[in-house]
């Protein structure tokens, strides 16, 4: 009997202690807890951390994440206003403000993942429906974000979560639009470039018979220029010569003809045939160039 009794109390004991465990449960500083009955919500959410209490095997809890949380969507193909296939890659970071709607309505994260990807999705398609590839990529890009962020938050409100950031990471042509619009680029940028380069052939031939032109016309200019100095130079030296001569016709006369010896009478390079009593040699026989001149033959007398 007193077995008995000991193991009754002993079981007892374990069922209260079990439930006194049961009976406590802790939110972390990352959750929110919501105590359920039977199913059913029994108090407002907690978000403050701490201990609590709850009635055992009646009552359970359940924590939501009150982090940040990402959405990585995958790439979507979106036609945009100027009728471009664009290939658009995005992600959303977002928190749950409200737990309990968040409850009521997805439950868990994923779920919460799977509905707020078909905002974002139906969103991207009809902003970017209404812009061109040009502000997609360049002029436009930051505005049309957060339209997007304001476009899904108004329906993530419904979920009890809130959109804290959304990005277009890539916004890029199809791989074969691409291909097609590089080829149709280089094919432009070859034509510039043959026009630039005929126009450029067409201005050079331009400057250049130009020049050309301007050189014919300088070098006859220098030409006429020359001979009028030349002409000028020679008449001042016929001057001077003239003059030189009429004060001194001799020394003159002596002067001229040893120039002619110099120039005439070179070594390894001299062939003269002239007879030793030509006019040309006599300064060699007299200094003064008066020696007496040979007389002719006196003819023979005829019958």
């Given at each position: 009997m007193n077995?008995?009794l000991?193991?009754?109390?002993?079981?007892?004991a374990?069922?209260?202690?079990?439930?006194?465990a049961?009976?406590?449960f802790?939110?972390q500083m990352?959750?929110h807890a919501?105590?359920?009955?039977?199913?059913?919500?029994?108090?407002?959410?907690?978000s403050?951390?701490?201990?609590?209490?709850?009635?055992?095997?009646?009552e359970?809890?359940?924590?939501?994440?009150?982090?940040?949380?990402?959405?990585?969507?995958?790439?979507?193909?979106?036609?945009?206003?100027?009728?471009?296939?664009?290939?658009?890659?995005?992600?959303?970071?977002?928190?749950?403000?409200?737990?309990?709607?968040?409850?009521?309505t997805?439950r868990?994260v994923?779920?919460a993942?799977?509905?707020?990807a078909?905002?974002?999705?139906?969103?991207?398609?009809?902003?970017?429906?209404?812009?061109?590839?040009?502000q997609?990529?360049?002029?436009?890009?930051?505005?049309?974000?957060?339209?997007?962020?304001?476009?899904?938050?108004?329906?993530?409100?419904?979920?009890?979560?809130?959109?804290?950031?959304?990005?277009?990471t890539?916004?890029?042509?199809?791989?074969v639009?691409?291909?097609?619009?590089?080829?149709?680029?280089q094919?432009?940028?070859?034509?510039?470039?043959?026009?630039?380069?005929?126009?450029?052939?067409?201005?050079?031939?331009?400057?250049?018979?130009?020049?050309?032109?301007?050189?014919?016309g300088?070098?006859?200019?220098?030409?006429r220029?020359?001979e009028?100095v030349?002409?000028?130079?020679?008449a001042?030296?016929?001057k001077i010569?003239?003059?030189a001569?009429?004060?001194?016709?001799?020394?003159?006369?002596?002067?001229?003809?040893?120039?002619?010896y110099?120039?005439s009478?070179?070594?390894?390079?001299?062939?003269?045939?002239?007879?030793?009593n030509?006019?040309?040699?006599?300064?060699?026989?007299?200094?003064?160039?008066?020696?007496a001149?040979?007389?002719?033959?006196?003819e023979?007398?005829?019958n």
């Amino acid at each position: 009997m007193n077995s008995s009794l000991k193991l009754g109390f002993g079981i007892v004991a374990a069922l209260a202690l079990f439930a006194l465990a049961n009976s406590f449960f802790i939110v972390q500083m990352t959750q929110h807890a919501i105590v359920l009955r039977f199913g059913q919500v029994v108090r407002q959410p907690i978000s403050e951390p701490g201990l609590y209490f709850k009635v055992p095997f009646i009552e359970n809890v359940v924590t939501v994440d009150k982090r940040i949380l990402d959405l990585d969507l995958p790439v979507q193909t979106v036609l945009s206003t100027d009728r471009q296939n664009l290939d658009v890659d995005a992600f959303a970071r977002y928190r749950i403000t409200q737990p309990l709607r968040f409850f009521q309505t997805v439950r868990t994260v994923p779920n919460a993942n799977t509905r707020l990807a078909s905002f974002v999705n139906s969103s991207m398609r009809n902003i970017i429906a209404g812009a061109t590839m040009s502000q997609l990529i360049r002029t436009e890009r930051d505005r049309l974000m957060n339209r997007i962020q304001e476009e899904v938050n108004r329906e993530a409100g419904t979920l009890g979560v809130e959109i804290v950031d959304l990005r277009l990471t890539r916004v890029d042509l199809p791989q074969v639009n691409q291909e097609a619009v590089f080829n149709r680029m280089q094919t432009e940028r070859r034509q510039e470039a043959a026009d630039l380069r005929a126009t450029g052939n067409q201005a050079a031939v331009t400057i250049r018979a130009r020049a050309d032109r301007e050189v014919v016309g300088i070098l006859a200019e220098a030409n006429r220029r020359a001979e009028e100095v030349r002409g000028g130079g020679d008449a001042e030296r016929n001057k001077i010569f003239a003059e030189a001569y009429n004060r001194d016709p001799d020394f003159f006369s002596f002067y001229r003809s040893m120039q002619a010896y110099e120039q005439s009478i070179k070594q390894g390079d001299t062939r003269l045939v002239l007879s030793p009593n030509s006019e040309f040699f006599r300064y060699f026989g007299d200094a003064t160039g008066h020696r007496a001149r040979p007389q002719p033959a006196p003819e023979a007398p005829r019958n």
